[in-house]
């Protein structure tokens, strides 16, 4: 445990540098949420392909302790009017796994419905 939370401390300092304007929150485990508002698909896509990139090139060290690296899966899906909390982390939460399943080290990100479709 002590390990585990010495990764968490590390990554919450990278991603407060690489995602100031993020809302987040620990959901369990090694999964967070993020809620980062009035930003373009493309714009997140670059921001979370700079936080995966940063965490696979650090080595990480508590003390004089080696601990490896560690990988990034995220999976990140838009706000919808007819989303509750539950349906947008849920929908989330299948595109995490989507990430996972192909191996990690990666995000998924939902398209936005186009107006018509809404």
């Known amino acids: 445990h002590d390990v585990g939370d010495e990764v968490i401390k590390i990554f919450a300092k990278l991603y407060e540098r690489t995602v100031p304007d993020a809302y987040h929150a620990r959901l369990g485990g090694d999964e967070f949420a993020f809620f980062i508002s009035g930003i373009e698909r493309d714009d997140l896509a670059l921001k979370i392909d700079t936080l995966i990139a940063t965490v696979a090139s650090k080595a990480l060290a508590s003390g004089i302790h080696s601990l490896g ?5 995220i999976g ?5 009017k007819e989303d509750d909390g539950d349906s947008w982390v849920r929908r989330s939460d299948q595109f995490l796994y989507q990430s996972k399943n192909a191996g990690g080290n990666r995000s998924m990100i939902e398209k936005p419905m186009s107006n018509n479709e809404e």
């Open 69 to 73: 690296s560690f990988t990034l899966s």
């Open 76 to 80: 990140a899906a838009c706000l919808r």
